[in-house]
């Protein structure tokens, strides 16, 4: 067993059995703590134990971060129990980390480790309640002065700030604006001046509720120079790259939560009787837990084929991160809608067996605005649309089979190096092509070929765009040639899993596969459509025998505790 599958497995042993009532981790005492507004005393200390901070920092700095993909399962761990403790706890300090791993100084880095390793946190202060997702118009300023920096300004709801140990914060240094009017500083906390710097009162929120939103206030706070994270005017270059990360890797960790949504539902209709016979045999109830189950399925392999692309496609990242945010979040945030509808009343329980669905419904929300909304996804994707479809998805290099392969070997991770921009490179949507040259089981031929024929129509769509349809006040017709896009991803990823499954694999039959693309298609149009009756039955089926085994639900089909 690889190290990283023993970390893994040795996680899963600290958190232990959700469902015991007696677990300082379990669902019983998340649901207690989110009452109070916070996370689980018990949960919090396991992680603490395990060294969970660990896992962000790079190997090269004494951490464990090697992949990027591993890093997304072992947090599934964490996030399928409580998503306030995932974030709260754990990957609120990835966000500014990965800035420091990005631009910073090696002394800076070797200092943020240092302060990982030893369990303590890293606070991202980038956003501002009056720019939302706009970081670039960002007015908390860092004036250069006599060879330092005088900060002055504010900013809102952001995770840790009143516990954290050090701040990345995203400040303007050159009030004339511009693409180099911005910097990114890292500021220890035990250097504050509390007569210039206040924290303020913190924010409620009605999901995540046991996550510390909170605020400062900055008057003339001065900084040495040698604060900054690269150079004066790289902040938002800095954080293009840094996000690429985090875009991918945040929202893949988020599908545990449709995990545990999809397991408590089953639990449910597993257990009640309606019209004299299982509520689970109902046909919409099948129906709407084989919708699930594929929304869950064609998530994951879309997040964890983007993420092992940081390592092996590392040019394509700014189109692959927002397209990852944008379709995840979309189809996690409608699959929790149909669940609540089979919950029925149990829905609205915040006690019992079936208490934690709510948590997770409300905890799902931020998904699609949290970090960056879904509509500056599209806005991100946008751009590069034309320039993809002239250079790339005409005549790509096949995508490197490593995407597909659990464990495959994959290039070390180099975030400095990671591209701004995609420069019309784009190997992923090939595998839709690849896939005809093998022998393509019938049911799945027609959808294949869906695809890649929709694939040539969003290329001479978007090959004939124009500067002006490319801005933030794009059509709606256009911002939709940018949400297709990220479904034939996704139908990409779930290609190139199904191909390359081993034989005896549930992936590498034809099933699951089927009901993604249909599922898929649906996405694309605006119009949900369940899976094929002919595969309903089969999704059902590996549903009840991984809830009998205690497996994830997702990808991995991963041994839960």
């Not at 397209?323 to 996690?332: C, F, M, N, Q, R």
């Not at 996405?523 to 089926?541: C, H, I, R, T, W």
């Amino acid at each position: 067993m690889s190290d990283v599958h023993a970390r893994m497995e040795a996680l899963e042993e600290r958190l232990g059995d959700p469902f015991d009532a007696a677990n300082g981790a379990g669902f019983a005492a998340v649901l207690t703590a989110d009452e109070r507004e916070e996370v689980p005393v018990g949960g919090a200390s396991a992680l603490d134990e395990f060294g969970i901070l660990s896992e962000f920092v790079p190997g090269a700095l004494g951490g464990r971060l090697e992949r990027v993909d591993h890093l997304v399962e072992l947090m599934r761990s964490v996030y399928r129990r409580d998503p306030s403790l995932g974030l709260g706890h754990c990957s609120s300090s990835l966000l500014g980390a990965v800035n420091v791993w990005t631009a910073g100084s090696p002394e800076q880095r070797r200092d943020t480790a240092e302060l990982l390793l030893a369990g303590n946190k890293v606070s991202c202060a980038f956003h501002e309640l009056a720019h939302g997702n706009d970081i670039g118009s960002v007015e908390f300023a860092a004036t250069p002065a006599d060879g330092r920096l005088v900060l002055n300004g504010r900013k809102e709801s952001i995770t840790n700030l009143d516990r954290a140990d050090a701040m990345v914060f995203l400040a303007r240094t050159d009030p004339s604006g511009g693409p180099r009017s911005c910097s990114q500083l890292l500021v220890p906390t035990a250097g504050l001046d509390r007569d210039r710097v206040r924290f303020l009162p913190r924010f409620r929120s009605v999901g995540m509720r046991g996550v510390r939103l909170g605020g400062i206030e900055v008057d003339s706070f001065t900084v040495d120079e040698d604060a900054l994270l690269g150079a004066l005017g790289t902040g938002l270059e800095t954080a293009n790259r840094a996000f690429q990360l985090t875009r991918i890797a945040m929202p893949a960790m988020s599908t545990a939560m449709l995990d545990t949504g999809l397991r408590v539902t089953l639990h449910h209709v597993r257990e009640r009787r309606l019209y004299g016979r299982d509520a689970a045999s109902i046909p919409m109830v099948r129906t709407t837990l084989a919708n699930t189950f594929a929304d869950l399925l064609l998530c994951e392999a879309f997040g964890t084929v983007a993420a092992r692309s940081l390592h092996a496609l590392p040019e394509s990242g700014s189109a692959y991160a927002p397209a990852v945010k944008y379709l995840i979040a979309g189809v996690t945030l409608d699959a929790f809608e149909q669940l609540s509808l089979v919950m029925g009343s149990e829905f609205y329980r915040r006690d019992g067996q079936h208490g934690v669905f709510q948590k997770m419904a409300r905890d799902i929300k931020p998904v699609g605005f949290g970090h960056i909304a879904r509509a500056a996804c599209l806005s991100a994707v946008l751009p590069q649309l034309p320039v993809l479809a002239r250079r790339s998805w005409r005549d790509a290099a096949p995508a490197p089979a490593a995407l597909f392969v659990p464990d495959a070997e994959l290039p070390p991770l180099d975030l400095p190096g990671l591209r701004v921009t995609a420069g019309g490179k784009d190997g992923l949507v090939m595998a839709l092509n690849a896939a005809l040259d093998d022998d393509v089981p019938a049911p799945l031929r027609p959808l294949i070929e869906r695809q890649i024929q929709g694939m040539r129509e969003l290329t001479e769509a978007c090959a004939g765009l124009k500067p002006r349809d490319l801005s933030i006040a794009a059509t709606v017709e256009v911002r939709d040639l940018a949400a297709r896009y990220t479904t034939a991803l996704a139908a990409a990823a779930c290609v190139g899993v199904w191909r390359h499954a081993p034989g005896d694999d549930f992936l590498a039959r034809p099933d699951w596969l089927v009901a993604a693309l249909t599922r898929l298609e649906g996405v694309a149009a605006g119009q949900p459509e369940d899976v094929p009756a002919d595969v309903e039955g089969a999704l059902v089926d590996e549903l009840l025998s991984r809830d009998d085994r205690t497996v994830s639900f997702g990808l991995s089909a991963r041994q839960y505790r």
